[in-house]
């Protein structure tokens, strides 16, 4: 997959090559930002607390509107630290754990 | 009909109500005690990550990165004369780059000098890229 023209820069006077890509940094970007909020950081508590939860669940417990609930659980989805799983006519939401440890790793990395 | 004749009355519904709600409780402790263990991101490191990636993630940031790599070090005129930037502008985007520890500052008389922070850089591009990659998996 070569990178669009003008949307990537790279370093040169290094030690090594840097190259820097305006995409890949938005993605990685938006992962930090779905995690960096104290309202989303509740609902990854909440779902490490009781593993799968349904979005009525999430909303009674946290005492939020549904659209706000939703609206957040899925900026966390696009993020892949929640995912969704049907079961019959429920939708439950369940962290993904080795994303969130990934997270870790990145923000640990990034931050040393 | 006092509240004890109610709760003779109601005996039954009395008990399933409180028979749900000690299912439910055990229902929910149950997963609980059988979860992995937590994974903790630390807030401070997360605020100078998010700092950092913000820092990064702009197309005129980038250019400026760019502009000051192929001159080693450089004063903000040039900066913002090259770019055909406005001062305030290119001040405030060195400020963000200068926060983030991507950019070090030297004086030299009454001239600031910005360079590149190179094993910042490489450090935290190092993180992101092997972030990323395990994405597509």
Known sequence: MRKQKGETIVLKKGKQEIQLDYAELRKAVLVLRAINHKLRQRMIDLLEEYEKMTVTDIYIKLRLEQSVASQHLAILRRAGVVSTERDGKFIYYGLDKDRLSQISKLVEELAA | MGLQHFFYNNFDKIINWRIF????????????????????????????????????????????????????????????????LEQSITSQHLRILRLAGLVITERDGKFIHYKLDYDKLSNAMEAIDSFLEQEVN
Do not use: C, G, W
């Open chain 2, 21 to 84: 709600a000690i299912a439910h409780y055990f229902k929910t402790t149950k997963v609980t005690s059988m979860r992995k263990a937590k994974v903790n991101i630390n807030d401070e490191k997360l605020q100078v990550s998010s700092e950092i990636l913000r820092a990064l993630a702009h197309p005129l940031r980038m250019k400026i990165l760019e502009f000051i790599d192929e001159n080693d070090t450089i004063n903000v005129n040039k900066i913002y004369n090259t770019l055909k």
